[in-house]
Each structure stands twice: as structure tokens, then as C-alpha cells.
């Protein structure tokens, strides 16, 4: 029996666009932040805490300067178990690759495409 898993509307909101991102492209915390009419910390601090990783593809995003890390770079902890090991190994195995320093290669990788108007509000477009 899998445990029910509360999340809050702005989560939903973040995890249903997140859902959008095809394999193989990432966005950044900045350009979720615009589709939602929010901020990078908040889009952020929603991917901190995704109980859904990586089915709901948080490793899709990353910092807008291309930068696989996130604001305070303390990834061994994260809730998500997203760490920057895992989040580099989903991203390889869907062809997004980052230098030795953590910098992203391609970068025709980026993808902002939302379709705001498609958001499920009180968690139908979130699976769990």
C-alpha cells in the first residue's frame, strides 16, 4: 500500500509544469519562477521537497547560469534525494551532459516552453 503524500497548490503548480520538460532538456529555477508569476527561491525551495523524484523530473532543472547546483549547493541532503550525483547521472542518461566543473554543455539543452494555461490545480496533474 503506498503512503498518500500531501503536497501544497504552489507545489502542484511547480510539479505539473515540471511534468512539461521533455527528456533531454532542463529549464531553470528562474524560468519556472516566470511561468508561475513566482520567484527562483520559492520554485526552489518546491524542489527541495518533491516526493515524487524523480518520476516529477526536478533533475530537469537547473540554476540559469547553467550551473547544475542549486542556490546553497548542499546536495547530499535534500528530502527530494535529488543530490547533484543522482540529478548529473538522470540528466546524462537523457543526454544533458556538464563539464567537470558542473557547467552545462549544450546549451540548445534549455527548454521554457510552459503551457501555464494546462496547470492542474489540487494535485490531478501530480502523480504519486
Known amino acids: 500500500m503506498q503512503k498518500q503524500t500531501k503536497v501544497t497548490e504552489y507545489q502542484t503548480r511547480v510539479y505539473t509544469l515540471l511534468q512539461q520538460i521533455p527528456s533531454g532538456r532542463i529549464t531553470s529555477y528562474a524560468a519556472l519562477a516566470r511561468a508561475l508569476d513566482s520567484s527562483p527561491r520559492a ?21 540559469s547560469t ?33 563539464d ?17 494555461e494546462r496547470l492542474c490545480i489540487g494535485g490531478a496533474g501530480v502523480a504519486g
Not at 520554485?43 to 540554476?63: D, K, M, Q, T
Not at 567537470?100 to 501555464?116: N, Q
Open 43 to 63: 520554485v526552489g525551495g518546491a524542489l527541495r521537497c518533491n516526493p515524487f523524484a524523480p518520476e516529477i523530473p526536478c533533475h530537469r532543472c537547473i540554476a
Open 66 to 98: 547553467g550551473f547544475i547546483g542549486g542556490f546553497k549547493g548542499d546536495w547530499e541532503k535534500v528530502p527530494s534525494g535529488q543530490n547533484q550525483v543522482s540529478k548529473r547521472e538522470l540528466l546524462a542518461e537523457e543526454g544533458v551532459l556538464f
Open 100 to 116: 567537470a566543473k558542473g557547467m552545462l554543455v549544450d546549451g540548445e539543452r534549455w527548454w521554457d516552453g510552459f503551457g501555464v
